[in-house]
């Protein structure tokens, strides 16, 4: 099945959509505070995208570009996107939704880097994802996982 993924704006149908997401947490709550205080324009972008099962946020992703400075994974350095709070309501798992927030962000072309919760290691090995050998100092406890497209 084809899903549309949506850039999504900071407003708040938006946000009150993400309170239904357990990992609703800070990211949010200062957008809110950006929004209220005017700090942010009303429909500003977010770095979440999503996808609507009608009217109702079903799931959804926060995407970051990280520049090649930064990057302390991979030689030579290179840009690569941070993909977090991948999420997808209960009743809508297992229905390729998943699938298709990872596949659009892959679509950028660009390495990927998450880190995998306990239980989703599975889902994301399907995707295509590996492990980087762990380095403690730089890991501090997270399991970071990366993709690559062939052209890199
Ligand atoms: C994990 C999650 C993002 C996957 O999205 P989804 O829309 O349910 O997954 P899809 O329907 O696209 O499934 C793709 C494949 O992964 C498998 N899969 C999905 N969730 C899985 C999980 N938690 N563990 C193992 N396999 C999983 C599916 O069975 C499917 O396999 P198949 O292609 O062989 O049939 C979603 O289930 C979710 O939000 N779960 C709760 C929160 C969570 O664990 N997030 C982790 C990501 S940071």
């Given amino acids: 099945?084809?899903?549309?993924?949506?850039?999504?704006?900071v407003n708040y149908k938006t946000l009150e959509e993400f309170k239904r997401f357990k990992e609703y947490g800070l990211q949010e709550l200062s957008m809110?505070?950006?929004?209220?205080?005017?700090?942010?324009?009303?429909d500003s972008e977010s770095p979440f995208?999503?996808?609507?099962?009608?009217?109702?946020?079903?799931?959804?992703?926060s995407l970051y570009k990280v520049d090649a400075k930064f990057?302390?994974?991979?030689?030579?350095?290179?840009?690569?996107?941070e993909?977090?709070?991948?999420?997808?309501?209960?009743?809508y798992q297992g229905k390729g939704y998943g699938t298709a927030l990872v596949d659009?962000?892959?679509?950028?072309?660009?390495?990927?880097?998450?880190?995998?919760?306990?239980?989703s290691k599975e889902f994301w090995e399907k995707m295509g994802f590996t492990s980087v050998q762990y380095d403690m100092?730089?890991?501090?406890?997270?399991?970071?996982l990366f993709w690559f497209p062939e052209t890199i």
């Fill in 1 to 9: 099945m084809d899903f549309k993924v949506e850039k999504l704006k």
């Fill in 32 to 42: 809110l505070e950006d929004l209220e205080a005017n700090i942010i324009d009303n």
């Fill in 49 to 61: 995208y999503g996808i609507y099962f009608g009217d109702t946020l079903v799931a959804r992703m």
């Fill in 71 to 81: 990057n302390h994974y991979f030689e030579p350095p290179h840009d690569f996107l």
């Fill in 83 to 91: 993909l977090w709070k991948l999420e997808v309501l209960p009743d």
């Fill in 104 to 119: 659009y962000a892959k679509g950028k072309n660009l390495p990927i880097r998450t880190n995998a919760r306990m239980r």
């Fill in 137 to 144: 100092a730089r890991d501090r406890g997270e399991n970071p």
